[in-house]
C-alpha cells in the first residue's frame, strides 16, 4: 500500500514539474516574440501570408459557428422566458452572452483547434526535417521568422473573427426570436442596445488577445519542441488541440474576474 501511494505521489510531481518546466519554456518563448517583434527589421511580407491562413481561412467556420451558437442560445433563452413572460428581454441575454462570453470562447476553441494545430504541424515538420537547424546553421533568426508573424496576426486576428460571430449570434438571436417567439425586431434590439455598455465588448475583445497569445505560443512552442519523427508530429499536435482549448477555458475565468475588477475600480 506504501509503496503505490509513494508511486502515485512520484507520478504526480513528475508531472507537475513538467508542467512547470513547459510553463517556463512558454513564457520565455513569449518574451522573445515581443522582443523580436519590436526590434527590427520588420517583414511584412510574411505577416501578409499569415494573414489569410489565420484570419481569412477561419471566417467561414467562424460564421457558421457564431450563427448557430445565437440561434441556440435565443431559442433556449426565450423558451425559459416565456414561461414567466419575459421573452422581451431575450435580446439582452443574448447581447451579453455574445458579447461578453460566447463570442470570444468560441471563437478561441475553433481558431486554437484549426490554427494552433496548424502551427505545430508546420513547425514540427520543420523540426523532424531539421530545416530549423539549417536555418540556425545558416545564422536566420528562426523566432522572428517563423513564430513572430503567427503569434503577431493570431492576436490580431481573433478580435475581428469574434466581432464576426458575435455579430452573426446576436442577429440569429434576433430571427429566432421574431419567427419562434413573435418578438419584434425593435424590442430585440432595444433591450439590446439600451443595455450593452463599450464596456461589455472590451471586456469580450480583450479577451481574445490573451486567447490568441495563448494559442499561438502553445502552438509554435510544441511545433519547435517536437521529437520521434512523425509519430511523434502526430502527438505534439494532438496535445496543442487540448492544452489549447484548456488553457482558453482556464484563463477566461480569470480574465473575466479581472475585467470586473476593472470596470468596478
Known amino acids: 500500500m506504501r509503496v503505490a501511494v509513494r508511486r502515485v505521489i512520484e507520478n504526480l510531481g513528475t508531472r507537475m514539474l513538467v508542467f512547470i518546466d513547459e510553463l517556463g519554456a512558454m513564457s520565455v518563448l513569449a518574451g522573445q516574440t515581443f522582443y523580436h517583434a519590436l526590434t527590427p527589421p520588420y517583414n511584412l511580407r510574411l505577416l501578409v501570408a499569415q494573414m489569410d491562413h489565420i484570419a481569412v481561412r477561419s471566417v467561414s467556420i467562424v460564421s457558421v459557428a457564431g450563427l448557430f451558437v445565437g440561434l441556440v442560445l435565443a431559442l433556449q433563452t426565450a423558451y425559459g422566458l416565456s414561461r414567466f413572460g419575459a421573452t422581451g428581454t431575450v435580446g439582452l441575454i443574448v447581447g451579453l452572452s455574445m458579447v461578453r462570453e460566447l463570442g470570444p470562447v468560441v471563437t478561441a476553441i475553433l481558431v486554437g483547434g484549426r490554427v494552433g494545430s496548424g502551427f505545430t504541424a508546420e513547425l514540427g515538420s520543420m523540426r523532424v526535417t531539421e530545416q530549423i537547424d539549417a536555418m540556425r546553421a545558416l545564422g536566420v533568426n528562426h523566432i522572428k521568422r517563423l513564430v513572430v508573424p503567427r503569434v503577431i496576426l493570431t492576436m ?39 443595455y450593452i455598455r463599450v464596456a461589455d465588448m472590451l471586456s469580450g475583445l480583450g479577451k481574445t488577445v490573451v486567447f490568441g497569445l495563448l494559442i499561438a505560443v502553445i502552438g509554435c512552442h510544441n511545433g519547435l519542441h517536437t521529437r520521434g519523427g512523425t509519430e511523434g508530429l502526430g502527438r505534439t499536435t494532438t496535445r496543442t488541440v487540448v492544452t489549447a482549448s484548456l488553457s482558453v477555458f482556464v484563463s477566461d475565468f480569470f480574465l473575466t474576474k479581472f475585467f470586473w475588477w476593472l470596470e468596478g475600480w
Not at 440569429?172 to 434590439?189: A, L
Request: proline share 3%; charged share 5%.
Open 156 to 194: 490580431l486576428a481573433l478580435p475581428i473573427l469574434t466581432i464576426i460571430a458575435s455579430t452573426l449570434g446576436v442577429y440569429g438571436g434576433m430571427v429566432i426570436s421574431q419567427y419562434e417567439f413573435n418578438v419584434d425586431y425593435h424590442v430585440y434590439f432595444n433591450s439590446l442596445t439600451g
